[in-house]
């Protein structure tokens, strides 16, 4: 009987339940296996917090946002480091895998997840990733799940800026989820024919906006709609050392870049500003159809790996294919908008500005 370790890390995102659930059914269906849950990401590992799942608990879950195994965030950072609780996280989690007699662990998560999954199958053990993020920029995957999802939440909030804007005249700024990466406010700001995108790849300079606003004052319409990732920077940010970065946005008077824009655009331009983050709502809730169905596909393919006891890789999606792609190249880096990618091209198209 093979024993399945299975665990979601990192932020939560929809469809992680779908993924749990695809990963357990194809599981039963190719294998006599047994289910173990681990609980709250690695921490569960760390400190011996499971449950042995039955196959009822897989069920219903398919369409349920968040993740019923729980998630932490457990930065790769700390994962070595043992003087600040003097607990040997790695060698803790070795340890229980080892109790539990486990075949192999499930890593379902972002970025952060893989790096901490490669770790781990660097100590020996068998591992599988799935990827999941809302800011799909999992380096070896055309696609993550979560993402539609939060592509299509954030595009419903912009549809629904839209008609404030034009109804009042007034400039609304989106700030969308993306510290690094702009996908999601570049697929949402082109769906929701926003007219400014700025995200963190392309740094933008205030003019290039102003101008951008101003041009299409000049064709009598008075209102504009700016889709800001919350990571975006202008471009002398974008030429600071990390360090100065820091310090100069712990002391930005605004809390967040979209304000700061707002009133820089109040202030030079005479506009009214509106300012709207939806935040945690984008990661929130129900996963789209499209989600569901990645999920489950990811899911069932890692049931795959499993039975052909293919560990050390991560399922991922290459020219629209399911593939199985080392753990380690997953986890070297983040895959980010490049200046010459076909969306950021069309947006162009279309009469998008990216302010740079
Ligand atoms: O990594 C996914 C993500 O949603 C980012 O886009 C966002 O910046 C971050 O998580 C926020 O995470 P939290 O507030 O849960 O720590």
Request: a neutral charge.
């Given at each position: 009987?093979?024993?399945?370790?299975?665990?979601?890390?990192?932020?939560?995102?929809?469809?992680?339940n779908?993924?749990?659930?695809?990963?357990?059914?194809?599981?039963?269906?190719?294998?006599?296996?047994?289910?173990?849950?681990?609980?709250?990401?690695?921490?569960?590992?760390?400190?011996?917090?499971?449950?042995?799942m039955?196959?009822?608990?897989?069920?219903?879950?398919?369409?349920?946002?968040?993740?019923?195994?729980?998630?932490?965030?457990?930065?790769?950072?700390?994962m070595r480091?043992?003087?600040?609780?003097?607990?040997?996280?790695?060698a803790n989690m070795?340890?229980?895998?080892?109790?539990?007699?486990?075949?192999?662990?499930?890593?379902?998560?972002?970025?952060?997840?893989?790096?901490?999954?490669?770790?781990?199958?660097?100590?020996?053990?068998?591992?599988i990733?799935?990827?999941?993020?809302i800011?799909?920029d999992?380096?070896?995957?055309?696609?993550?799940?979560?993402?539609?999802?939060?592509?299509?939440i954030?595009?419903?909030?912009?549809?629904?800026i839209?008609?404030?804007?034009?109804?009042?005249?007034?400039?609304?700024l989106?700030?969308?989820?993306?510290?690094?990466?702009?996908?999601?406010?570049l697929?949402?700001?082109?769906?929701?024919?926003?007219d400014?995108?700025?995200?963190?790849?392309?740094?933008?300079?205030?003019?290039?906006?102003?101008?951008?606003?101003?041009?299409?004052?000049?064709?009598?319409?008075?209102?504009?709609?700016?889709?800001?990732?919350?990571?975006?920077?202008?471009?002398?940010?974008?030429a600071?050392?990390?360090?100065?970065?820091?310090?100069?946005?712990?002391e930005?008077p605004?809390?967040?870049?979209?304000?700061?824009?707002?009133?820089?655009?109040?202030?030079n331009?005479?506009?009214?500003?509106?300012?709207?983050?939806?935040?945690h709502?984008?990661?929130?809730?129900?996963?789209?159809?499209?989600?569901?169905?990645?999920?489950?596909?990811?899911?069932?393919y890692?049931?795959?790996?499993?039975?052909?006891?293919?560990y050390?890789?991560?399922?991922?999606?290459?020219?629209?294919?399911l593939?199985?792609?080392?753990?380690?190249?997953?986890?070297?880096?983040?895959?980010?908008v490049?200046r010459?990618?076909?969306?950021?091209k069309?947006?162009e198209?279309?009469?998008?500005?990216?302010?740079?």
């Open positions: 009987k093979k024993r399945i370790g299975i665990l979601t890390s990192g932020g939560d995102c929809p469809g992680l779908a993924a749990i659930r695809g990963v357990a059914r194809a599981s039963y269906d190719l294998l006599d296996c047994e289910i173990i849950g681990i609980k709250g990401g690695y921490k569960g590992l760390i400190d011996a917090d499971y449950k042995v039955a196959s009822h608990d897989f069920s219903g879950i398919l369409t349920r946002g968040g993740t019923i195994l729980g998630t932490h965030r457990t930065p790769f950072k700390q480091k043992i003087e600040e609780d003097g607990i040997d996280k790695v070795v340890k229980h895998y080892n109790q539990l007699k486990l075949d192999c662990l499930v890593t379902i998560g972002g970025n952060g997840t893989h790096k901490n999954a490669n770790l781990l199958r660097e100590e020996g053990l068998n591992v990733g799935l990827p999941k993020t800011d799909n999992i380096y070896g995957t055309e696609m993550t799940f979560g993402f539609h999802s939060a592509v299509d954030a595009t419903e909030v912009i549809d629904r839209h008609t404030t804007a034009d109804s009042h005249d007034r400039v609304m989106i700030e969308l989820m993306g510290h690094k990466a702009g996908w999601l406010t697929f949402s700001g082109i769906a929701g024919g926003a400014v995108v700025l995200i963190p790849e392309i740094p933008y300079s205030e003019e290039k906006v102003y101008e951008a606003l101003e041009e299409r004052r000049k064709k009598g319409k008075d209102f504009s709609i700016i889709a800001v990732a919350e990571g975006a920077v202008n471009k002398e940010e974008a600071m050392s990390k360090k100065d970065f820091k310090r100069y946005r712990e930005m605004f809390q967040t870049v979209s304000y700061r824009l707002a009133n820089q655009i109040s202030t331009l005479g506009f009214e500003t509106r300012v709207t983050i939806p935040g709502q984008q990661r929130g809730g129900s996963p789209s159809a499209y989600d569901r169905v990645l999920a489950t596909k990811l899911g069932a890692a049931a795959r790996l499993i039975a052909e006891e293919n050390g890789n991560t399922v991922s999606i290459v020219n629209n294919k593939r199985a792609t080392p753990l380690e190249d997953m986890a070297a880096k983040l895959k980010l490049t010459d990618d076909d969306l950021v069309t947006g198209a279309v009469g998008l500005t990216y302010g740079d």
